[in-house]
């Protein structure tokens, strides 16, 4: 037994002292760091962009666990309406109404505000993406640096072969995460979102201006339907041109990237 733990130990010792295992694992463990950091600087980004950025932007936490949590918090103006187990529903906690074209209104105000958390929400994810990528990138490079001027110190010839992995290694990472960024477009799809929000927003303000100082509006709130009220059909067609101007889903990938590196060592005779 003692003589099979032996061999065993030293076929382990061989391996573990072989250059190509050794630079394998600091490659793999440069990975993990990549990982890490990544993983910390996305949760800290996160923080930030809830706790800071975002905090007083209106309708940046709304349902439904904001809702459940910060009950009085006065930017989660939605209520939740659960129907069935799964499904859970927003809408504004606004007067009642028996007129059928103040209810479309009300529809229209409530996707109004929905659209403008969403934009917000997609606003902030790559706002944090593009941190965590840009500081992991950053990580990186340093270590890049770093070992650069100890190769450069030494000589290329008698630097220690570590460092020249180190460096190849951090180049690669940095490389990586600084090509996520541009492939995603993450600042620019964060831009995109944030002044949908901001139109969104806009127009939300535009709809709760009308109903409080138009005042076919205030006089029918409580008047059931008829064909008589033009004024309310009018208002309602101009708001579904005002939303519909802004309705879009602005989300951009950069696959210029994408097939230059499809196309990378690819005989152009093939093509």
């Known amino acids: 037994m003692n003589e099979l733990l032996n061999k065993i130990l030293t076929l382990l010792r061989d391996i573990f002292t072989k250059p190509i295992v050794l630079h394998s694992l600091l490659a793999l463990s440069l990975i993990g760091i990549a990982y890490g950091v990544n993983v910390y600087s996305y949760n800290y980004g996160a923080d930030q962009a809830e706790f800071k950025i975002t905090k007083f932007l209106k309708y940046a936490a709304i349902f439904p666990d904001s809702l459940k949590q910060n009950a009085s918090d006065y930017r989660s103006i939605l209520r939740v309406r659960n129907v069935g187990k799964d499904i859970t529903y927003a809408e504004l906690s606004l007067p009642l109404t028996a007129n059928c074209k103040i209810k479309r209104i009300y529809e229209q105000l409530t996707d109004t505000v929905l659209k403008a958390h969403n934009h917000l929400i997609v606003a902030s994810e790559f706002?944090?993406?593009?941190?965590?990528?840009?500081?992991?990138?950053?990580?990186?490079?340093?270590?890049a640096g770093l070992s650069l001027?100890?190769?450069?110190?030494?000589?290329?010839?008698?630097?220690?072969?570590?460092?020249?992995?180190?460096?190849?290694?951090?180049?690669?990472?940095?490389?990586?995460?600084?090509?996520?960024?541009?492939?995603?477009?993450?600042?620019?799809?964060?831009?995109?979102?944030?002044?949908?929000?901001?139109?969104?927003?806009?127009?939300?303000?535009?709809?709760?201006?009308?109903?409080?100082?138009?005042?076919?509006?205030?006089?029918?709130i409580n008047v059931p339907c008829d064909s008589t009220m033009k004024a309310l059909d009018k208002t309602i067609a101009t708001l579904d041109t005002k939303l519909e101007s802004i309705n879009e889903i602005s989300l951009g990938f950069n696959t210029d990237v994408a097939k230059a590196l499809s196309n990378l060592g690819v005989d152009e005779s093939l093509k």
């Open 127 to 143: 706002m944090v993406q593009s941190f965590a990528c840009t500081a992991t990138a950053a990580v990186f490079f340093i270590f």
């Open 149 to 220: 001027t100890f190769i450069t110190k030494a000589g290329i010839e008698q630097a220690n072969p570590f460092f020249v992995t180190l460096f190849i290694c951090s180049i690669a990472i940095g490389s990586f995460f600084t090509g996520l960024t541009n492939i995603f477009k993450h600042d620019e799809n964060a831009r995109d979102n944030l002044a949908l929000y901001l139109k969104y927003i806009n127009a939300e303000q535009y709809i709760r201006s009308e109903l409080t100082t138009n005042k076919s509006l205030i006089h029918m």
